[in-house]
């Protein structure tokens, strides 16, 4: 069964910055490319970030190019979310889940922003 489990997130004043974390069990967590996924209140599901599976190729969403960083630890399992410059529009349930198949995503993380 595949497990995705974010972390990290919180309250966080604007400018702010958290690092999320997402462990991946189920499945060959190094063969896949990943994604960052994040839900606003009352808005649907985005993309926010893609890194392939060797860690090699990495790309960003507008609204997040330039302050946000995607890596990955294939030896843990584990996908991270550097997130800098924190904007109130930044708040969101964030997610990982393969690329392939975003329904797989699991539990997220809530990040606030205060203004």
């Not at 004043?13 to 896949?32: E, H, M, N, P």
């Not at 889940?97 to 699991?106: E, I, K, T, V």
Request: hydrophobic share 30%.
């Amino acid at each position: 069964e595949v497990q995705l489990q974010a972390s990290g997130g919180g309250l966080v004043q604007a400018g702010g910055s958290l690092r999320l974390s997402c462990v991946g069990s189920g499945f060959s967590f190094g063969t896949y490319a990943m994604n960052w996924l994040r839900q606003a209140p009352g808005k649907g599901l985005e993309g926010v970030s893609y890194i392939s599976a060797s860690g090699g190729t990495t790309v960003y969403e507008d609204p997040v190019k330039g302050r946000f960083t995607i890596s990955r630890d294939n030896a843990r399992n584990t996908l991270y979310l550097q997130m800098n410059s924190l904007e109130p529009e930044d708040t969101a349930m964030y997610y990982c889940s393969p690329q392939s198949d975003w329904s797989l995503r699991g539990h997220g993380t809530l990040v606030t922003v205060s203004s």
